[in-house]
């Protein structure tokens, strides 16, 4: 295996997930797949493959990106009109991480 326990679990705690050990071993060898197949991927020759390119970069004339111009910002009040709930001037949101 590529990929040991120990690593799944510390990937896991960053994700704040709490796996059973079944959770932990199926993890262990979908991910260790993962990496087999990126293994494979970097045996492959690309020396003769362009470069990928961004579409609208070159079709500039017909790019659908509109152009940048400076405009007066929002401001909080409006910004804040119709949040379910604010106050000091900024969002409160419950707090969804506990740690």
């Given amino acids: 295996m590529k990929i040991t326990e120990e690593e799944v679990r510390y990937v896991s705690d960053l994700a704040n997930l709490k796996l059973t050990e079944e959770e932990v071993r199926k993890f262990q060898a979908d991910l ?6 990126v293994d494979r991927l970097k045996e492959i020759d690309t020396s003769n493959v362009e ?3 961004q579409v609208l970069y ?3 004339e017909t790019a659908t990106l ?3 111009r400076e405009r007066p910002g929002l401001g909080s009040k409006l910004a804040l ?3 379910p709930l604010s106050g000091s001037g900024y969002f409160k ?4 991480i506990k740690r």
């Fill in 32 to 37: 260790d797949e993962i990496l087999v197949h």
């Fill in 51 to 53: 470069p990928m390119a």
């Fill in 58 to 60: 070159q079709a500039e």
């Fill in 66 to 68: 509109r152009p940048d």
């Fill in 81 to 83: 009109a119709n949040a």
């Fill in 93 to 96: 949101v419950p707090e969804v």
